[in-house]
């Protein structure tokens, strides 16, 4: 396994632009799932998928967010006018369906919105 | 939202002692896991516990899930330089959809040489 890779590892932009994060699970893995981390705290769920189905949205996830997953493999997160407070650690995670309790988080994608 | 409570935020031990991380919650939940995180990079699965009163080891590693299902603790013994990081325990329901982790905030582990 190569592991949960994430692109890029640091974005950042301007208030009021939109911005883009992609995951590529480890394959074959039909769980993925978008955290956002911010200083000082533990990881918090935006929101996930099982293959190209999104199942689940946390309240965290504005109507400025959106995340897909076309064929089920890799997914993308948007953010649409991002704002100050969007910037954080956001970190995506995968598990197989056999083992959905044990998630494999990637490096995550550090955004900075000035 | 809902995070589980790690305390101290900070522990400070010297080289080749052990340490005692503990974690509770409100609520129940049905697996336990422990990660660790480095500066920049995202958390490191270190152990899953899927029943309550279970006693599992990794290496230097143990951690148990509370008979309550509302606690667990993770141990590392014999702690060496490399163990410097951030511990963050997760809860999961695990029922029908919702499998996803709930965390606590972290204890930053620092080990003195």
């Known amino acids: 396994d190569t592991g949960v890779s994430q692109d890029p590892r640091h974005k950042i932009t301007k208030r009021g632009q939109n911005v883009t994060f992609r995951c590529d699970p480890i394959?074959?893995?039909?769980?993925l799932y978008w955290y956002r981390q911010t200083l000082g705290q533990g990881p918090e769920f935006l929101t996930y998928?099982?293959?190209?189905?999104?199942?689940?949205k946390s309240r965290l996830l504005s109507d400025r967010f959106s995340a897909e997953r076309p064929k089920g493999s890799f997914s993308t997160l948007e953010i649409q006018r991002t704002e100050q407070g969007d910037s954080a650690m956001y970190l995506c995670?995968?598990?197989?369906?056999?083992?959905?309790?044990?998630?494999?988080f990637g490096p995550g994608t550090r955004l900075t919105v000035t | 939202g809902q995070q589980l409570n790690q305390s101290p935020q900070s522990m400070f031990i010297q080289e080749g002692e052990d340490v005692s991380m503990n974690c509770t919650s409100s609520?129940?939940?049905?697996?336990w896991l422990w990660y660790k995180q480095d500066p920049g990079e995202g958390p490191v699965l270190l152990i899953a516990l899927y029943k309550a009163g279970e006693l599992t080891s990794n290496g230097r590693l143990t951690a148990q899930f509370g008979i309550t299902r509302k606690d667990s603790f993770l141990n590392i013994s014999a702690s060496i330089p490399s163990d410097v990081g951030i511990y963050f325990c997760?809860?999961?329901?695990?029922?029908?959809?919702?499998?996803?982790?709930?965390f606590g905030k972290g204890i930053t582990l620092s080990v003195r040489p």
């Open positions: 998928f099982q293959n190209e189905a999104q199942l689940e």
């Open positions: 394959s074959e893995h039909n769980r």
């Open positions: 995670a995968s598990s197989s369906g056999l083992a959905t309790y044990e998630q494999y």
């Open positions: 997760a809860g999961q329901l695990n029922t029908g959809a919702n499998s996803k982790l709930t």
């Open positions: 609520s129940i939940f049905n697996t």
